[in-house]
Nanobody, 119 residues
Framework: VQLVESGGGSVQAGESLRLSCVAS????????MAWFRQAPGKERDGVAA????????IYADSVKGRFTVARDNASNTLYLQMSNLRPEDTAIYYC??????????????WGQGTQVTVS
């Protein structure tokens, strides 16, 4: 599976961004697709994850109520709608596929990352 993210950028606090991740070579599974992020000097953390077969998405506590994850199965695209962004959301955001929840070591495929900067 190849993953290509887009939609990152620089915004002011309180503004919104939408990230997209297009998956190719995806055979489909009952595993998750997810967004992770890594800020400078910090570990990579799970942000949001959604099971491929439908079901309830999960979110990090820090983004609940502000971020929404969704997927379009027809186009194999994963989205992350980010609202009311805060400076602490600044990080490189990665799309991941074929894993479990926020267990990053279980994910088989990763995108190249897209930078989000909030000032």
């Amino acid at each position: 599976v190849q993953l290509v993210e887009s939609g990152g950028g620089s915004v002011q606090a309180g503004e919104s961004l939408r990230l997209s991740c297009v998956a190719s070579g995806f055979a489909g599974s009952n595993l998750y697709m997810a967004w992770f992020r890594q800020a400078p000097g910090k570990e990579r953390d799970g942000v949001a994850a959604i099971p491929n077969g439908g079901g309830v998405a999960i979110y990090a506590d820090s983004v609940k109520g502000r971020f929404t994850v969704a997927r379009d199965n027809a186009s194999n695209t994963l989205y992350l709608q980010m609202s009311n962004l805060r400076p602490e959301d600044t990080a490189i955001y990665y799309c991941a596929a074929e894993g479990y929840g926020f267990a990053d070591r279980t994910y088989r495929s990763w995108g190249q990352g897209t930078q989000v900067t909030v000032s």
